[in-house]
């Protein structure tokens, strides 16, 4: 089993940035695609951005233009840079490769 950690979560106001970092040991991280995903209270799991190993990103519309993801490989760590964000962008954020499980997440909250 592989598992990701997540960490820079934390509360910010509205329009405001925050940025978290997904890291992993091992030299199987570099050649993976990984992937964030948020869920909030009650809410499904969404998609909303992947790297590959070569760098190539996707993102979902809910965060295309506002968030930025990028990777390491030589840290081990994959980044999610999230700008302007908005009350509905308060959720658990997580990070995935394809053979990792899920991990406890970070939590962000966006409010005045």
């Known amino acids: 089993q592989v598992q990701l950690v997540e960490s820079g979560g934390g509360l910010v106001q509205p329009g405001g940035s925050l940025s978290l970092s997904c890291t992993a040991s091992?030299?199987?991280?570099?050649?993976?695609?990984v992937a964030w995903y948020r869920q909030a209270p009650g809410k499904q799991r969404d998609w909303i951005a992947s790297?590959?190993?070569?760098?190539?990103?996707e993102y979902a519309m809910s965060v295309k233009g506002r968030f930025t993801i990028s990777r390491d490989n030589a840290k081990n760590t994959v980044y999610l840079q999230m700008n302007s964000l908005k009350p509905e962008d308060t959720a658990n954020y997580y990070c995935?490769?394809?053979?990792?499980?899920w991990g406890q997440g970070t939590q962000v909250t966006v409010s005045s």
């Open positions: 995935k490769m394809p053979i990792s499980d």
């Open positions: 091992g030299s199987i991280f570099s050649r993976n695609v």
């Open positions: 790297i590959t190993s070569a760098g190539s990103t």
